[in-house]
């Protein structure tokens, strides 16, 4: 697709005929909330109904969505058929800032906080009010939609009341039936497994009263969460090594400190240097064959991705051992910091000079690359955040960074679920521009392939503003002419600070960025994207490949030069 026709194209259908119109009219809408405060949610219903979202198939049908409107209860509070005013902003009010004053409240599949601030009014404070100011409004149309074809099939007082003095799931299932068909009845079911027949008339009874206000916050001069987050990463550092409290990062020599980034999942980064799972390797095997655990994972590529799984239930059923392998962890270099100071980032810090190599994986081949080689891994990051997460690592480390690996999900435009995808350049939906990726010399995709027992794609990722925000016209577009193999949420934002900071001089040019992914999802087959992640898709078919990729990248930092 990379030819003068195909580009000739692509400027047509955006520039002529704004193929991508309804998308950035309801995105420039939720923009305008930042300034006018208060959202008309008839508008911003009529507005999303036009985007034809790809991960909400049925949305202008009458048939209630329930794959659609489970992703979406998942990533909003759990008292949401309770709430009516939800006040958005990206720091605490003042008034409120007392810990005592609210109660924190779930939402299963985003790390958001969420606070309780009286009956019916719930305070959200979000990481950015641009990526996840869009996802919590997208997944709130989704519920908006969906209650009301709800309503509109079998809202009437004899329901409601049936609803309310069920006790059984069988007698909700026999009150769904006047109106609703089987497979819609099964999928509220899947939704709400606890308590249906309250939470149905709840949202009956609610009408879809919400009021959603959003507030900017005003200049100030206090530190935000993202200053708090790295000034306590590097006082966390300082400790770890040993240094006088009042240290400098730029006062380390530059060959005495050096950091290698990684960016992905907790969990498969301490399975591969975890010494108490390789230490008490024997006991918890033994343990698993006798007690037999339920393991979700159905096919393992080796044994070590069995072994991490047989730990992971070795943990809960021992709990008294945690105390243990933290201990072990620290004896080895490896530092945990849980607090995130409203970033929902937490990290891993490994001081390889201290790593037992005889306790890691049998792939990894421990070689620190200095006097103090340092290798961070942040959590999972969401949309434009990654920007200014980027910036405070970087704006502390500096020229000391050599690489950043991310391993992560995403959603594949071709392939199959199960299979990796590597970025060679990535490409922002917002507004064409691209950023080419470092994948260095080291780098080589029949290794990668091998080692991971799957087919490897290489090639340009694009970066979409949420997981709602995309229909078929965008996805075959970025496709079709610009060849893009598959698409995330945060990759394009890491790649453009590291141009940008490469262009200032402040990290090495030759710093190298190896962007890898899974494919968790396919958002172009109705049946494999996102909304099916309780039923036709499972996270856990992505374990093999992202254990993969990090065994693969790690050993990478260590024959780095």
Known sequence: ?????????????????????????????????????????????????????????????????????????????????????????????????????????????????????????????????????????????????ESEKLMDKISSPKIIRDLIQATEIEQVKETLKSGLTEKEINGLVNIWPKNLGEILANVMLHFNNYSVLVKKPLSHLKADPVEQWSTHLWKTVVEMYELNPQTLCGEVPDEDLVVDLMQGSRRAFLSIINPYQYKYRERIVKWAEEAKPNFITEKFLCEEDKLNAMTYYYFLAHPEENEERLKMERESGIWRIEETFLTGIMVVLINVNKINPALVDPAIKVKPKGKMHLIVNLGYTFGSQSADIIQGVMNLFGNKIRSLNIVGKAGGLGGS?????????????????????????????????????????????????????????????????????????????????????????FVKEDLISRFAYYISDLPLDPTSNLSQEEGRVSWDEGVPSINAIYRYFTQLIFVQQ
């Open 417 to 505: 679920r199960g299979e990796i995808m590597v970025s060679t350049k990535i490409y922002l939906d917002e507004n064409n521009d691209v950023v080419n990726n470092n994948l260095g010399s080291t780098f080589k995709q029949e290794e990668l392939q091998g080692k991971a027992g799957c087919n490897v794609h290489v090639g340009p990722m694009l970066t979409v503003a949420g997981t709602i925000l995309q229909n078929e016209i965008l996805l075959n577009y970025y496709k079709k002419l610009w060849g893009c193999i598959g698409l995330e949420m945060e990759g394009y934002y890491y790649a453009k600070e590291i141009q940008k900071y490469k262009d200032m001089g």
């Open 1 to 145: 697709p990379n030819t003068l026709f195909a580009l000739s194209i692509a400027r047509n259908l955006l520039v002529k005929d704004n193929i991508f119109k309804h998308i950035t009219n309801w995105k420039a809408y939720v923009r305008q909330l930042w300034h006018t405060e208060k959202a008309d949610i008839g508008k911003l219903l009529r507005m999303f109904r036009k985007m034809n979202s790809a991960l909400h198939p049925l949305c202008n049908t009458d048939e209630i969505d329930t794959s659609s409107w489970q992703y979406a209860v998942r990533r909003l509070p759990d008292s949401l058929t309770k709430t009516f005013v939800f006040f958005i902003s990206t720091k605490f009010p003042d008034v409120l800032a007392h810990p005592d004053i609210m109660l924190p409240i779930k939402s299963h599949a985003r790390p958001r906080s969420i606070f309780r601030v009286m009956d019916g009014k719930c305070l959200v404070v979000l990481r950015d009010l641009d990526t996840d100011l869009y996802d919590f409004l997208a997944n709130l149309c989704i519920h908006l939609i």
